[in-house]
């Protein structure tokens, strides 16, 4: 079956610790995505990867990073910058950007 | 002012009653999303639509856009509708979102 899985779906940490999460698909999608939700708030975009080896910030990038090594997989990490890394994160992909856009099940993330 | 402005917050229905959700946006898009989040988080796309109207089962979604609005209608709602329905619109490489309709459907 296609689709993309992310792991854990719940994950703590403790404050000053970066922890990363991967975020994998099978649909040999170009485009990738990491969005934080939080209560009350519309999803946010904090990274995108058009193609392989290419990412671009999205409105929240501050304090997180990730790569683009293989079409597959888009891992993101949460560094210990990032001033409140509780949210939930989905991760997304989609042919190219622009078009209908597919989403992981979301890892929710506790720092404490 | 959000961009993206959806209508109602909160929505509880009897099974069987025709539903419809709002979204107003105000920029300028490529096309807009209607995406359904189950209680667990995980986010189903519903439509994808650039002008007119699309139907899928009991759900169909409009949109208008020289008014720049879209509506969302599920006719004859289950439970199973019960959910949260999410608009978003597309511009260049990105989507925007709105905060949301909480649908319940009572039995």
């Known amino acids: 079956d296609g689709g993309i899985t992310q792991s854990p779906k719940y994950l703590f940490r403790k404050e000053g610790q970066n922890v990363t999460l991967s975020c994998e698909q099978n649909?040999?999608?170009?485009?990738m995505y990491w969005y934080r939700q939080d209560p009350g708030q519309g999803l946010r975009l904090i990274y995108y990867?058009?193609?392989?080896?290419?990412?671009q910030k999205g409105d929240i990038a501050e304090g997180y990073s990730v790569s683009r090594e293989k079409k597959e997989s888009f891992p993101l990490t949460v560094t210990s910058a990032q001033k409140n890394p509780t949210a939930f994160y989905l991760c997304?992909?989609?042919?190219?950007?622009?078009?209908?856009?597919?989403f992981g099940p979301g890892t929710r993330l506790t720092v404490t | 002012k959000n961009e993206v402005e959806q209508s109602p917050q909160n929505l509880t229905a009897q099974e069987g009653e025709f539903i419809t959700i709002n979204c107003s946006y105000s920029?300028?898009?490529?096309?807009l999303h209607w995406l359904q989040q189950h209680p667990g988080g995980g986010i189903v796309s519903l439509f994808m639509?650039?002008?007119g109207k699309k139907k899928h089962g009991r759900l169909i979604a409009t949109i208008n856009i020289q008014e720049k609005h879209s509506s969302l209608h599920i006719t004859a709602s289950h439970p199973r509708d019960s959910a949260v329905y999410i608009c978003?619109?597309?511009?260049?490489?990105?989507?925007?979102f709105g905060t949301g309709t909480r649908l319940a459907v009572r039995p």
């Open positions: 920029v300028g898009i490529s096309a």
């Open positions: 649909l040999n999608h170009d485009a």
């Open positions: 639509l650039s002008s």
């Open positions: 990867s058009q193609i392989v080896n290419d990412f």
């Open positions: 978003a619109v597309g511009s260049g490489d990105k989507l925007t």
């Open positions: 997304a992909s989609s042919i190219v950007t622009g078009t209908e856009q597919y």
